[in-house]
């Protein structure tokens, strides 16, 4: 495989194993662009040992729904909190890998794993984590095609060469398993002085992808339809890095890319209908697919036939009912908001509806 820049690599591993003292160190917001999370999300951080929430370096929550079970992994999972977030939802009978490639932030992930252990109750360390680059994940005991989900937090942006990061993902994905991530993305293509500087690229800023280019990023590798399920502004908070971006702006992005055989190039409609069970945990009420398709628990929706895939032929596959089949085609699908994404709006509705707002 094509090995990223080492200049790259060394400097990366370096602002986050040596700068960075803690994610209080940034120049940006990154870390809490989001805003705080849902309630149930909130318990599950009260586990997390301080040593590794202190230098957690992500731009987003990307911990997706249904994950009792499943097998995981975290590109660039750092100290580890978005990995032991996994754990307590995977459960005992499910495993989380962790793959970074600084070796002071995985000193951390792995002296709190017998802390992490204890506190969720569990006879044995459901996580393991290995040291290396996200371009090349071959030398880790993860079979071709036997994930169900992957993950990462602000890390995909840090990489030179992101179409390796997510030829790799979709490697590793089993048919119907999800790549669901959040990074940085700007407005704009960025000049190569941006890019290339020190600062900005350890902020996540100068590895930022334009955000219409990085759609396309996915294609290639077998991802289709990518899905952004939720987009929030990157502030910058201090003077020098302000005037060495002008006036280009950054927004923090989670994506849902599933690994499908069948999906087509664009909505097609083909008379499908999908009613949510309302079965997934912390999402009873309501369950968000992406930014526009917001299903209420016993309502059916007209959906167009990647999404009824997307639902259907994944693990969110035993929590909704899907009417019809792609026996019959009718033309090109309005991929509009649905009625409950027109009634409720946005993820925070969502979270204030099922699980009592954010904290």
Not at 15 to 31: F, M, P, R, V
Request: charged share 25%.
């Amino acid at each position: 495989m094509i090995i990223p820049d080492d200049t790259i690599r060394k400097q990366v591993e370096e602002y986050y194993g040596q700068i960075l003292g803690g994610s209080e160190d940034l120049k940006t917001n990154a870390c809490c662009a989001v805003g705080a999370p849902p309630q149930w999300l909130a318990r599950l951080l009260e586990n997390i040992h301080d040593d590794v929430a202190a230098r957690f370096y992500g731009c987003g929550f990307p911990i997706p729904e249904a994950l009792e079970g499943c097998r995981m992994l975290d590109l660039g999972c750092g100290t580890g909190r978005d990995v032991y977030i996994a754990s307590q939802l995977v459960g005992p009978t499910g495993h989380v890998f962790g793959v970074d490639m600084t070796p002071s932030q995985l000193e951390v992930a792995n002296d709190t794993l017998d802390y992490h252990t204890d506190r969720f109750g569990y006879p044995e360390p459901n996580v393991s984590f290995h040291e290396g680059y996200i371009e090349d994940l071959s030398p880790f005991p993860i079979d071709d095609e036997s994930l169900d989900v992957i993950i990462s937090n602000c890390v995909i942006n840090l990489s030179p060469c992101k179409d390796l990061v997510l030829a790799e993902a979709y490697r590793l994905l089993a048919t119907g398993g999800e790549l669901y991530f959040s990074d940085v993305l700007a407005d704009r293509r960025l000049p190569s002085e941006m890019a290339e500087d020190p600062l900005l690229y350890g902020e996540c800023l100068g590895g930022a992808m334009y955000f219409h280019d990085f759609l396309e990023l996915p294609r290639p590798t077998g991802f289709r339809d990518p899905r952004v399920d939720s987009r929030a502004p990157i502030t910058i908070e201090n003077d020098e890095l302000a005037a060495r971006i002008g006036a280009a702006r950054f927004e923090s992005v989670t994506f849902r890319l599933f690994k499908l055989d069948d999906l087509d190039a664009q909505c097609e409609d083909y008379g499908q209908v999908a009613t949510y069970r309302g079965t997934i945990p912390h999402n009873e009420a309501l369950f968000t697919l992406d930014d526009h398709h917001l299903f209420e628990t016993g309502r059916p929706e007209r959906v167009c036939g990647n999404t009824a895939a997307m639902l259907e032929d994944t693990r969110f596959g035993e929590h909704f009912d899907i009417t019809g089949d792609k026996s019959v085609h009718y033309g090109i699908f309005d991929c509009a908001a649905t009625m409950a994404a027109d009634q409720y709006g946005s993820n925070d509705a969502v979270a204030s509806s099922s699980d009592g707002g954010c904290c």
